[in-house]
């Protein structure tokens, strides 16, 4: 199990889990209704030509999809599917060896693809639009490029940042879809879909219940149905209804806005021991006990979507609803949301608070 079961990210043991809930076409697919449908005319199009489908892009959080449409992409154009990484291809000569062994009409799924080295990056952008690679023979002067022609294939990519993409690459995929967050109306869906393929008996309040903890992710429901399915079988009546979903959530650590031990740890100590702010962030990491690379990557993007931290030029301060979470009054100082101007996310945000000698916390000033 991952060590925070709100983690939207996942190991080979997840991933394994997660593959018998995947859906095999676009019409099991829950969510995402705009990209559903302009993926479908994409590839309803392609076959309608008997050809390959337009290079593929699917950017968005981890969790919502992306790995899951691309095999719906290769289910749906009857092609098999060859997956890679972007962390997994580091010389131009890996993936050349990946794309020469191709066959027509082939998918190429590469994950992460924004994470590719800058040579196989300027080898993908000749063989996505020419389907061709140049091979190189021998060394300095003699070099040799040999072209070698590709079968006509499809890539779908995917991306958790897709600004990180050169545009050279970006613009040479024929439909870019982004996923968002997923309705807590929708979370019900795909954890109804769920339960009926694990065997599981889900009420509409247990699956209401655990569909608004998910924040927003379907990989996130799935995994907390699991853990609700095993409290219910171990201390419960077997049923996942809301009493079960409460009370093995409790246990996990998730209240019932989807925040886990980390998260309130990060607002506890913003709220309780720097009345809301300023703080840098390094000195919040160190009063969490945490590297601050961990809490801006993993706490901080949840709670700043939720509107309960905001990351200022001068550092981290809790929002209004933060006090209201925690049961807290906000003391008469305490920064109202409105009153400070949100300022660029430089990933430090450290100001005169760290500065040696300081306090840790700053108050306005004017």
Not at 73 to 98: F, K, Y
Not at 181 to 210: K, M
Not at 321 to 343: E, K
């Amino acid at each position: 199990m991952n060590e925070r079961l709100v983690t939207t990210g996942a190991d080979e043991r997840e991933r394994a889990a997660e593959s018998a809930l995947r859906p095999h076409g676009l019409e099991e697919f829950v969510g995402q209704k705009v990209v559903r449908e302009q993926l479908s005319l994409v590839l309803d199009a392609a076959k309608a030509r008997q050809a390959p489908s337009d290079h593929v892009l699917f950017s968005g959080p981890p969790g919502l999809g992306k790995t899951t449409l691309a095999m719906i992409v290769a289910s749906e154009m009857g092609a098999p599917l060859r997956q890679s990484s972007g962390p997994a291809i580091q010389h131009a000569g890996d993936l050349a060896a990946v794309l020469s062994s191709l066959d027509e009409g082939e998918v190429l799924f590469l994950d992460e693809i924004h994470r590719m080295a800058r040579p196989a990056e300027e080898m993908l952008y000749i063989a996505m639009e020419d389907f061709r690679v140049d091979v190189v023979v021998g060394k300095g002067a003699g070099a040799t490029a040999i072209p070698l022609e590709l079968p006509k294939f499809t890539l779908v990519g995917a991306t958790t940042r897709a600004g990180l993409l050169p545009a050279p690459l970006r613009d040479r995929f024929g439909f870019t879809g982004y996923l968002d967050f997923y309705t807590p109306e929708e979370l019900v869906q795909v954890l109804r879909r769920s339960a009926s393929l694990l065997g599981v008996q889900l009420t509409a309040e247990g699956a209401a219940e655990i569909g608004g903890r998910s924040r927003g992710t379907p990989r996130i429901a799935n995994r907390l149905l699991r853990r609700v399915r095993d409290w219910a079988q171990v201390r419960g009546s077997g049923i996942v209804d809301r009493s079960a979903a409460r009370a093995a959530l409790e246990v996990y650590e998730v209240d019932e806005r989807g925040l886990d031990r980390l998260d309130r740890a990060v607002l506890d100590a913003l709220c309780r021991r720097f009345g809301g702010g300023p703080v840098g962030l390094s000195t919040l990491a160190v009063v969490v006990g945490e590297e601050a690379e961990t809490v801006e990557t993993v706490a901080e993007p949840f709670l700043v979507r939720e509107g309960l931290l905001g990351r200022t030029p001068r550092g981290r301060i809790a929002l209004p609803d933060t006090w209201g979470h925690l049961g807290l009054t906000p003391p008469r100082d305490a920064p109202a949301g409105a009153a400070w101007q949100l300022g660029p996310e430089d990933g430090s945000d450290e100001g005169p608070q760290d500065a040696p000698g300081g306090s840790g916390a700053q108050g306005p000033t004017g």
